[in-house]
């Protein structure tokens, strides 16, 4: 029996499709060879994940010793951008799961624990999450001239209240900056309390904060530039939670914007 089936963990995509049974093999070779031929799986769970199966994992590796890892199987395209993502930022040294080892399309990292930046936000609306972010996001695209693409904050981790992670680079590539920063301020917008006045000043702190990084200040084109990337991206969320509010929430911003801004002059 397989661990797949041991722990009936489903492995169905967001398209219906299912993963390629081979990998789960795949996968426990790969961990006999990074671990020894004691290992086994004290227990396994799906993280949230609708493209890929993602794992949250307790690898038990002998010795009464317990290993906390996450294993990545790819049912859709993103292996190579993930993995390369993973060692290019590693090597930079931007905070992602270190890769600790792989096989064609399954990767093992390290489990990254900590609080949701979403949660953290929750706690605080403090501005000091909000320029980790921007500064997150800022060495990002020097390091990899790519864009993130995912930017739901839940991908977000704060380590020890103090470090913040990245996690899931399967979307990542080429484009315009904005478009991750409006992302994030939409995922930020659109979590309960939903577009709270509070949200509303971070989101411009978020914007204000990476032009800093970049060196320029706030121009009305950036401005509209912004407003509209947020837009577009609470449509695709309402779209995929198939959500009327949202969608009502994303023509507000497209056509009033976002209050509670210090504007150019």
Known sequence: MSFIQEFDIDTTGIDGRRLDSTLASDFENLLFQYYGPETRIESAKRMRSKKNVTLDLIIDVGKDTLSHVVAKLFIEDGYLIERRVLAESTHNDLAVPRILATVPNVILMEYISGIPLIERIH???????????ASWYHRFHDIHNLIKGDARLRNFIMKDNSTLYGVDFEEARPGEWIIDIGGAAASLLDTDPIFDIRKQKLAWR?????????????TKNQETEFIQSVANALQQTAIWRNDKELQRLSQQVRTDGIPNNKTCS
Do not use: A, V
């Open 123 to 133: 706690e605080t609306y403090s501005m000091e999450e909000i320029d980790k972010l």
């Open 206 to 218: 978020l914007l204000d904060q990476y032009l800093l990084l970049i060196g320029t200040n706030r």
